[in-house]
């Protein structure tokens, strides 16, 4: 299945999310994150973009929201771990890893960590029917019941309201590169 995610649905997402917090979409960006840029040398490594383009084909998510995730999870830090153990660029967790196909070692590969973060954002969103929102929910506090409202914790609708942030973001600046 193809995901075909548009900058409407991105907009329209970021004021859902915003709604169901009571705020209003700011129009501040990341600090300078555009186009996927890491902030510690202004250069967005050759490596994780080929990584998040390498993906394409097989999960076929849009590279802004893919860069997106990356940026929140990791700020593009191929070796971060959190606190729950959670493993690169998409931080994924050593106990998805199997049924994602990978071995727990592979996480800290950025291309095998893209791509086991990719496919469980695909399998995400088709369980959650195309809902954004949901999937990144579920993608950073576990699974829930589709359209259940934000978890009631400071942390998971800051990442959403982030994540959708820097996916307008992103696309922006494709948008722009791919103008002639």
Request: with cysteine.
């Given at each position: 299945?193809?995901w ?10 970021l ?6 917090l009571g ?37 076929p998510?849009p590279?802004?929201f893919?860069k ?8 593009f ?35 095998q ?7 469980l954002?695909?399998?995400?969103l088709?369980h ?33 309201r982030?994540v959708?942030r820097?996916w ?5 600046c ?7």
């Amino acid at each position: 299945m193809v995901w075909n995610v548009k900058r409407s649905t991105v907009a329209l997402a970021l004021v859902l999310a915003s709604s169901a917090l009571g705020e209003k979409p700011s129009s501040q960006g990341p600090r300078n994150a555009e186009c996927g840029q890491r902030e510690r040398d202004g250069a967005f490594d050759a490596d994780i973009h080929a990584a998040v383009l390498e993906v394409a084909p097989v999960w076929p998510l849009p590279t802004s929201f893919v860069k997106a995730v990356i940026r929140q999870e990791s700020d593009f830090n191929p070796k971060a771990l959190s606190r729950a153990g959670a493993i690169g660029l998409m931080q994924v967790l050593p106990s998805n890893a199997q049924p994602l196909g990978f071995a727990p070692d592979a996480l800290w590969k950025p291309a095998q960590n893209v791509l086991a973060g990719t496919r469980l954002l695909a399998v995400l969103l088709r369980h959650y029917q195309g809902d954004v929102i949901s999937t990144l929910v579920a993608y950073n506090a576990g699974p829930r019941p589709r359209l259940a409202p934000l978890p009631d914790n400071s942390e998971t609708p800051a990442y959403v309201r982030a994540v959708l942030r820097f996916w307008a973001r992103f696309e922006k600046c494709e948008a722009r590169h791919s103008s002639p």
